[in-house]
């Protein structure tokens, strides 16, 4: 909570949006005192602005600006107490239905989506027809017709929070129901809260002006919303005195303004995907390169040549891949290996030029077929991806598009790199189904209908769409169960026989691995500690963090005594949480 | 089709819900409103009419599941009782071709600002931290804030009242007799220009920031990756790969919305004298004519199911996940 | 002989599916039997879906089984205690989730989470509580405590949060530690050392551990006995050592196949055919996938099959090779 309250300070629109809200709290406090009456008739009505009133007169003849910095007053009242009302009303009912579940969620859930769908305004003007006036009669009237957009959004919190973990961990631990909801529960829930009741507020704004406005407030009182009430009465448009309905609009816009721009601070640090991310500045590329920039091996399909790799953050750039240099074979599959953290991904997107605006390349080349990847322009660069490199991800599920069939994704693609007919392009999904071992009637599937594994034969078979010369995989198993895997991957080596691509397979699984690769490179914090063909590294390893890891994966066969390396494994631990540490923010 | 028959059981027992707060609300209030209203009838009636009155209103001696029914049936039939404003004219001819026009007007104000609003959420977000992201948004967040009617005010006194370039209130000009005639028409559509903008101005920025928002969310996923890395055309990744999939939860949204929109928008006709229900509605309030009240909030409410269960309809069709759900 | 520290016996869990008017439901335990004994650790091993999980929550009691008993240290539980569980049996019993990420709770402090089951079991006094929440961290390799106790769980890298998970279960004293998946999350590099603290648990407090896993390789590693899960029932069980060196059930054998392991390990076929049907609803849930299943096996549940010593198949292939076939069956 400290901490929300922190980062929210330091929010441009958090402050401007406090301010302005905090000004106006100021003026509903202390403003009363310093203007004159506001329904003591003091001038000839309608009266333009003037140095006695400086926002003019009513169609009464009252002080425009008193009754506006008056009107604050309640209306902020009533607007803070309905929000606060309403908050907790949908927060209670919310949080109950999605903590008990069951029965009791089956009719709160109907209850609230009944209370969702019937409108606020017209429900509001019956309900507030037949209770007796006054300001409590505008809270209750609120409340009533606005809490059920809480209760909903509180309830997807409260299920999402009970499936957490924590909650069963606390169970686990003997820890009370009453104090699981207060101490577990809702601690998680304050910037929700925080969101939610400046939402309310300003729902409870709009809505209370509305209904004054309507005539069904306390016509006798001075609020925002009876000001435009009599305004509206007063034939003020007829009389042409945009003075008497203009100061309050802009006041109620005003607030409403600031309540906006604090709602989305509050989205904005609680999700920070919303924030537009630092974008690379286009980093000087050093021209003069290395040494070790000489000319590839003759015979190589992709060479990495001293590639960095740096992402934009706020305390300046952060270098992820440091210096890479490999190469890969027209038709050999290499392995790249690393824990969270290595760079090993970004690497993989980096061959496609698929690295986020914060993540540039500001050394280094990237050389397939003699053509440097790193200097494609865009149209180039569109042509080159996927005909020349394509990519398998790890999660197919959620790569594929699921509002398209598999057909027209197929289409997508072979379309994009040359003409292509509808029927054309099907029939070659047909085939690339086929080849991966799925029915070919799968062209019309939704991809909601596959497995995961399934799935995966998909994104292997669109990768082989355009028979490019590279496949990236990026942990394309690490999903699966080993059964699925094994037989996806035999399947991928059997391709690779008959077509003739070359693979880069980027996994934390080592032994999979080896087991599956020519060479390997092993990556460390972005570097490349060590690369060499699998057999000579199963046997040989030279790097100590090779042999670490190693050493980490249990063997089924070989009698791998207790190693006594744990010391050793316990200390490595220690040194490297704080990188891993990073990545493992909320 | 299951899911559709859920739906639909759903949207009638909503309706249900609503008719049943229509029968409750005024026998729980405190007081006698019923006295109190027919008290405004007093002098006006014979004292012996005065019972059928009542008798009329549903509000008699008989248990309270008598009176339920009676209700109930008088629904079943379209009698929503005598307006007292109108007395003795019909609740439903009252509100009949008030709705018409509310619809029209709400509704093609509320089509178009979602249509325009998410195409440049989508704008916006395709290109973060452009002008349009970095000016248009804040700016329309900024109109927004106004309350719907403030801004239809507004709109009259500069344009209607100042310039003079739109015609002040009604929905049609007092010379002209409704027909099915391109004159008619147009004069129709003059009259609803300010009212369907001031409404549009006051919602487009809402639609645009939560597309926008959940723009930005859908940018962020390993569909869009694979879709840069197949090397499709841009504006194909945007429409059929990045908007289409973030359309969906706003097309819900939007169905949510609709209840709330409505409700601005009827203050929006009362500034305009626009003859809709909103009109209507300010009668009842001022007259305190409470079977046109509730009258209106049944024929609104039940206006707003409808428009919902039209938005699950679009939603099916839309995402292929929820037809294979039911 | 005195009774088994945890023993379950014929668990069956099964939850609705289809719509609220749909009366059928879907078997995600069937029948499940095992023992756990002092000191000693279970490896249940199974791929997603198989309800490993599932048996993980019936035995943690976050679920409630639809019939079948849990004795601990011979007690019934399950009828006794029919509210749910009491604060004794999670005094002797605890979990460690598979996702250090999600089980902590990101608002509270490391000292947080070891502090109140001391309290809460009255493990430890106010005046001492500081002292027992830093030797726990000690105990599971978190050093310096004070430093430590006093970080959030987002300061803290994912072996370091599972170390405290684990510490959060030792600090009740526990009997029997039910860890699920607890290094399936984990980074390579630090999975080890979570298997060594579990090993040392057993050896120097005589902690029973059941260990899920869905990797044979740590099975291997790490468990005296292992219990092969496939689609909610108990298909092998054995010494972990005689499974694994001479597995018995088509089933086992596709799993020992498909674990990375050797430079050949993808030259091998895979002992497995495309699943021919929907699970059959009498027979051997395996059958559609067995390359040797025949008709008997589609229509009739097999018994257990007790090979040697506390070996025991599920499969009809055993008794047509003529093994011993002592087993009692059920139904």
Not at chain 3, 195 to 223: C, K, N, P, V, Y
Request: net charge positive; glycine share 8%; with cysteine.
């Amino acid at each position: 909570m400290g901490d929300l309250l922190r980062r929210l300070l330091r929010q441009r629109k958090a402050a401007v949006g406090g301010s302005i809200l905090l000004g106006f709290i100021v003026l509903a406090l202390v403003g009363p005192w310093l203007v004159m009456d506001p329904t003591d008739l003091v001038g000839r009505p309608h009266q333009p602005p003037s140095s006695a009133h400086w926002f003019g007169t009513t169609g009464q003849g009252q002080d425009v600006l008193a009754q506006t910095v008056v009107g604050a007053r309640e209306t902020l009242a009533i607007g803070f107490a309905v929000g606060a009302l309403v908050t907790l009303m949908g927060a209670l009912i919310g949080v109950t239905s999605g903590y008990l579940g069951r029965r009791v969620d089956d009719v709160l859930t109907l209850t609230t989506n009944v209370f969702l769908v019937i409108p606020g305004l017209p429900l509001a003007i019956v309900l507030g027809a037949y209770l007796p006036s006054g300001p409590f009669r505008m809270v209750v009237v609120l409340s009533l017709a606005g809490w059920a957009w809480n209760a909903r959004v509180f309830r997807a919190e409260a299920m999402a929070l009970r499936n957490r973990d924590f909650v069963s961990a606390a169970f686990v631990a003997g820890e009370s129901r009453a104090r699981i909801v207060v101490r577990e529960l809702l601690p998680n829930m304050a910037s929700l809260l925080g969101s939610s009741f400046i939402g309310n507020t300003l729902y409870a704004v709009g809505a209370q002006v509305g209904l004054e406005f309507l005539g069904l407030g306390d016509v006798g009182a001075v609020t925002w919303g009876t000001n435009l009430y009599w305004a509206g009465n007063d034939a003020a448009l007829l009389t042409r005195s945009w003075w008497v309905f203009v100061p309050t609009g802009v006041c109620i816009a005003l607030v409403g303004f600031s309540l906006t721009l604090l709602s989305s601070a509050i989205d904005e640090v609680t999700n920070p995907a919303l924030k537009a991310p630092p974008v690379a500045t286009t980093a000087v590329r050093s021209t003069q390169s290395s040494s070790a920039d000489a000319a590839p091996p003759s015979g190589a399909l992709l060479s990495l040549r001293d590639v960095c790799i740096e992402y934009a953050t706020e305390r300046g750039p952060s270098r992820v891949v440091d210096s890479v240099s490999f190469d890969i074979a027209p038709g050999e599959v290499f392995g790249l290996a690393g824990e969270s953290g290595s760079g090993k991904s970004t690497l993989g997107y980096a061959l496609l030029r698929l690295l986020p605006p914060a993540a540039s390349i500001p050394q280094g080349r990237i050389l397939l077929d003699g053509t440097d990847v790193t200097a494609l322009d865009e149209t180039a660069l569109r042509a080159y991806r996927w005909s020349q490199v394509s990519m398998v991800f790890q999660s197919a599920m959620s790569a594929l598009n699921p509002v398209l069939t598999l057909g027209d994704q197929f289409h997508d693609t072979l379309a994009a790199h040359g003409r292509t007919t509808r029927a054309a392009a099907h029939a070659r999904a047909r085939e690339l189904l086929t080849m991966v071992g799925l029915a070919p009637q799968l062209v019309d599937a939704w991809p909601h209908q596959l497995s995961g594994g399934m799935r995966q034969r998909v994104g292997i078979a669109l990768a082989l769409a355009l028979e490019p010369k590279l496949v990236v995989m990026d942990e394309p198993t690490t999903a699966l169960d080993v059964v699925v895997q094994k037989e996806l991957l035999q399947r991928v080596l059997e391709l690779k026989q008959r077509l003739g691509f070359a693979v880069l397979f980027i996994t934390h699984d080592l032994p999979l691995l080896l087991a599956l690769s020519n060479r390997v490179g092993i990556l460390q914090g972005g570097k490349l500690v060590e690369v060499d063909t699998a057999e000579r590294l199963r046997t040989d390893a030279r790097h100590p963090y090779t042999r670490l890891l190693l050493s980490s994966f249990p063997h089924l066969s070989a009698a791998d005594a207790q190693v006594p390396a744990d010391v050793a494994l316990a200390a490595s631990e220690r040194t490297t949480a704080p990188a891993t540490a990073q990545g493992g923010g909320r | 089709m299951a899911y559709v028959l859920r739906r639909l059981g759903f949207y009638l027992l909503a309706a249900w819900a609503s008719l049943t707060l229509n029968f409750v609300i005024p026998r729980l209030a405190p007081g006698d409103p019923a006295s109190a209203m027919f008290a405004r009838f007093e002098g006006r009636v014979q004292p012996e009419a005065m019972v059928a009155l009542r008798a009329a209103f549903g509000f008699t001696e008989a248990p309270w599941y008598v009176q339920y029914a009676t209700y109930l049936k008088h629904l079943l039939r379209g009698d929503l009782g005598l307006s007292y404003a109108y007395y003795p004219a019909r609740v439903s001819e009252v509100i009949g071709t008030g709705l018409l026009w509310t619809l029209g007007l709400a509704g093609c104000a509320v089509v178009i600002s979602f249509t325009v609003g998410s195409m440049l959420g989508v704008l916006a977000a395709w290109n973060r931290g452009g002008w349009l992201d970095a000016t248009v948004a804040p700016a329309l967040a900024f109109l927004g804030a106004f309350p719907y009617f403030w801004l239809a005010m507004l709109a009259l006194y500069l344009f209607g009242f100042g310039l003079g370039w739109f015609p002040l209130r009604h929905a049609y000009s007092h010379d002209l007799e409704p027909a099915l005639s391109f004159t008619f028409a147009a004069d129709v559509a003059r009259h609803a220009f300010l009212p369907a903008a001031s409404i549009v101005g006051a919602t487009l920025g809402g639609w645009m920031l939560s597309m926008r928002n959940t723009m930005v969310a859908t940018l962020g996923t390993d569909t869009l990756r694979l879709a840069h890395a197949k090397g499709l055309p841009p504006r194909q990744v945007m429409l059929r790969y990045a908007a289409r999939n973030a359309l969906l939860p706003n097309v819900t949204g939007f169905g949510m919305a609709l209840g709330f929109v409505l409700s601005g928008s009827l203050l929006t006709e009362i500034v305009f004298s626009y003859p809709g229900t909103g009109y209507l509605l300010i009668l009842a309030v001022r007259n305190q004519d409470y079977p046109l009240m509730q009258g209106l909030f049944l024929t609104i409410t039940f206006a707003v199911l409808a428009a919902n269960f039209a938005v699950d309809l679009l939603c099916l069709w839309l995402d292929p996940r929820t037809r294979a759900h039911g | 002989m005195s009774a088994p520290l945890l023993e379950a016996s014929e668990l069956l869990r099964t939850v609705p599916v289809g719509g609220f008017l749909s009366r059928s439901r879907r078997t995600l335990l069937n029948r499940v039997s095992f023992t756990l004994e002092r000191g000693e650790i279970v490896a249940l091993v199974g791929e997603s879906g198989s309800g490993k999980s599932t048996l993980a929550r019936v035995l943690a009691r976050l679920d409630t089984p639809d019939a079948g008993s849990l004795r601990l240290g011979g007690e019934d539980v399950l009828t006794v205690e029919r509210g749910g569980a009491s604060l004794a049996y999670r005094g002797r019993v605890q979990m460690v989730f598979q996702d250090p990420f999600a089980s902590l709770n990101p608002v509270h402090t490391v000292a947080h989470h070891l502090e109140r089951p001391l309290l809460r079991h009255r493990r430890a006094t106010r005046a001492s509580l500081k002292d027992r929440v830093h030797a726990l961290l000690e105990s599971v390799g978190l050093t310096p405590a004070e430093q430590l106790a006093q970080r959030y769980p987002h300061e803290l890298s994912g072996g370091q949060r599972q170390r405290v998970a684990v510490a959060r279960a030792l600090a009740v004293e526990p009997d029997v530690i039910i860890a699920d998946e607890p290094t399936s999350m984990l980074d390579v590099s630090t999975r080890r050392g979570v298997l060594q603290l579990l090993r040392g648990l057993t050896r120097e407090r005589g902690i029973g551990i059941l260990f899920i896993t869905h990797d044979l390789a740590s099975a291997r590693h790490l468990a005296d006995r292992v219990l092969v899960l496939y689609a909610g029932s108990v298909v092998e069980s054995g010494k972990t050592s005689d499974v694994l060196a001479a597995p018995r059930h088509p089933y086992t054998r596709l799993l020992l196949s498909a674990v990375p392991d050797g430079a050949d390990f993808l030259d091998t076929p895979l002992p497995v055919r495309p699943a021919t049907g929907p699970m059959p609803v009498f027979g051997c849930p395996f059958a559609p996938r067995c390359p040797h299943a025949d008709a008997r096996c589609h229509s009739t549940l097999p018994p257990s099959h007790v090979q040697a010593a506390d070996h025991t198949v599920r499969c009809h292939l055993e008794s047509s090779k003529g093994a011993s076939d002592n087993a009692a069956v059920p139904q």
